[in-house]
């Protein structure tokens, strides 16, 4: 059995590097690879949205993502919640929620008309 996971694991190793799908180049296409200072306001790329989470501070998704194209700050009333709104691809906006201390408690995506 461990000597056909390994056959299984070679063959697929080989397969990826003989395919151009698996190329740096190819991946890199796949997401936004710009750097964050390359990127207009609020612009962020897959792999930065995917990486914010519940639970991050508020300096922790500045300094993953930078600033937000959009920062509506907390409404007046009891229940205080700050929305910063990001663009990644062509059509998805993502908005991050933050509480009154300033811990993401939501990030929601969902594409663009």
């Known amino acids: 059995m461990k000597r056909a ?20 180049e ?7 690879a710009r750097p964050k200072e390359q990127r207009n306001k609020g ?3 897959f792999e930065v949205f995917r ?3 519940t639970g991050m ?4 998704v500045l ?6 194209a959009e920062d509506n700050p ?7 919640i700050n929305r910063w709104v990001y663009y990644y691809g062509d059509s998805w906006i ?9 811990h993401v408690i939501a990030v929601n995506s969902s594409r663009s008309n």
């Open 43 to 45: 612009e962020i790329d």
């Open 94 to 102: 993502v908005e991050v929620l933050f509480d009154k201390s300033w």
């Open 74 to 80: 907390c409404a007046a009333g009891s229940r205080c």
């Open 63 to 68: 300094k993953l993502a930078g600033n937000p």
């Open 26 to 32: 190819t991946i890199s296409l796949l997401s936004d």
């Open 5 to 24: 996971v390994r056959l299984l694991v070679l063959i697929l190793s080989v397969f990826c590097l003989a395919t151009p799908f698996c190329s740096s």
């Open 51 to 53: 990486q914010i989470s």
């Open 57 to 60: 501070s508020k300096d922790e």
